[in-house]
């Protein structure tokens, strides 16, 4: 059965009609925020500038994950992402307005990172980094990471809105040529920006599991968020016959195979540092290890791991829609509980202290970014038409 002889029964374009009222509160929940932002930039310019950082670092790992998935999906030649692949691709694709949501840590940059203060001379540790630690290298840098990602996204996604015109196999084959590539740079990418932005919150402190560690969240939260846009479209009566229970339960598999990937990272990281005891390497733990900081993590790791492990081994969960999409919010809590405590306490050092800021940032963030996600959701069919592979994923069975 070919790609065009595959004909569901479901609309192909999503219709704003019905979530006309939805868009105008996010859009209003957007300036509103935003605006309430600016405010706090000057009433309260530290907690503003880490505040922003943790909000800015949550949905940065969503994006960057959505990229991830697209990547390995034509990397393998996957058959059965055809049909969720259309919604990665517009997550992904919302890289060059998180560079724009950039803007605000430039201007807030000494404060977030110490290096930036400091005198050539005054700290040994940094001047032997300050090849790497320069104010000209890292935003270098950082124009070099959006760039790539708002490329990388721009480029795949483009194939794959040609290829629902003509169902012309050289877009998967184009697409396919350059995931290889991208693959090795997308590693570097994150690995140093999550170095940059997050390890450089504390340059006296360094790991190199770093990367890994929050490409595990990313992956993770990517397929949450995921699994929520699925059945809310499912929901409102889109992708009947598109999307089944069998992409449900592979996703779901893949969940439960990253709760487990981030415990073990996260575990070997912890366990490495308190065998080997040296001062450099044990100071972001033991701040986090003391008080309510300690508190909030014995949360994360009870609520990002033991919980949704034994949740997730249930076959019926995995397969049930809603309950599957419970747990995706649960995990994105974690989540965002984990971006928390690795962002703010290089501010609130003694213990946790939430701030109006918090909310406001990730509300800004997230409903402009959800904006512009529903925006686009209309301009293209909701799964590739045309797509080679389009008939088994359809019909998958595992």
């Known amino acids: 059965m070919s790609a065009q002889e595959t004909k569901p029964a479901s609309k192909e374009y999503f219709d704003y009609r019905g979530f006309g009222g939805k868009m105008i509160f996010t859009v209003a929940l957007a300036l509103v925020t ?47 992402s055809v049909v969720v692949r259309r919604q990665l691709e517009n997550i992904a694709n919302l890289a060059p307005l998180l560079a724009l949501l950039f803007v605000p840590i430039v201007f807030v940059a000494p404060t977030l990172f110490p290096w930036m203060s400091v005198a050539p001379g005054e700290d040994p540790l940094l001047d032997a980094k300050a090849a790497y630690l320069n104010a000209p290298f890292f935003w270098a ?33 184009s697409s396919r040529k350059w995931v290889f590539p991208m693959l090795l740079v997308f590693a570097l990418s994150l690995t140093f920006s999550a170095v940059d932005w997050l390890m450089g919150l504390d340059y006296h402190w360094f790991s190199t599991m770093w990367g890994v560690y ?35 339960h592979i996703i779901g598999k893949l969940m439960l195979a990253f709760v ?56 019926g969960v ?7 999409s419970v747990v995706a919010v649960w995990l994105l809590l974690m989540h965002l509980l984990d971006m928390y405590i690795v962002v703010l306490p290089s501010f609130h050092m003694a213990g946790p202290v939430p701030s109006w800021l918090d909310l406001v940032s990730l509300l800004a963030i997230g409903a402009t970014l959800t904006a512009i996600f529903m925006k ?15 008939a088994k994923s359809i019909h998958l069975k595992n």
Not at 42 to 61: H, I, K
Not at 149 to 168: E, I, M, P, T
Not at 318 to 324: A, D, E, G, I, S
């Open 214 to 248: 929050i490409f595990a969240g990313s992956a993770q939260s990517a397929l949450c968020v995921l699994v929520i846009i699925l059945t809310a479209l499912r929901s409102a009566g889109y992708l009947e016959g598109v999307v089944t229970l069998e992409h449900y």
């Open 34 to 80: 935003l605006a309430l932002a600016v405010v706090g930039r000057f009433v309260a310019p530290e907690q503003f500038a880490f505040s922003w950082l943790f909000a800015f670092s949550f949905y940065l790992t969503i994006v960057m994950g959505a990229l991830f998935w697209i990547i390995v999906h034509h990397a393998v030649d996957a058959d059965w």
């Open 318 to 324: 995995k397969k049930r829609p809603f309950w599957l």
């Open 141 to 173: 840098r950082t124009i070099f990471y959006f760039g790539f990602f708002s490329f990388a996204a721009w480029l795949l996604r483009r194939n794959s809105v040609r290829q629902d015109k003509d169902g012309d196999a050289r877009y998967t084959w």
């Open 376 to 390: 686009r959701l209309g301009d293209t069919p909701l799964w590739p038409l045309r797509d080679p592979r389009l």
């Open 260 to 315: 487990v990937f981030w415990a073990y990272i996260g575990f070997s990281q912890y366990m490495l540092y308190w065998y080997a005891n040296i001062p450099e390497e044990t100071a972001y733990f033991l701040r986090r290890n003391t008080g309510g900081w300690n508190t909030l993590n014995i949360i994360m790791v009870v609520g990002n791991f033991f919980i949704p492990f034994v949740i997730l081994l249930f076959q």
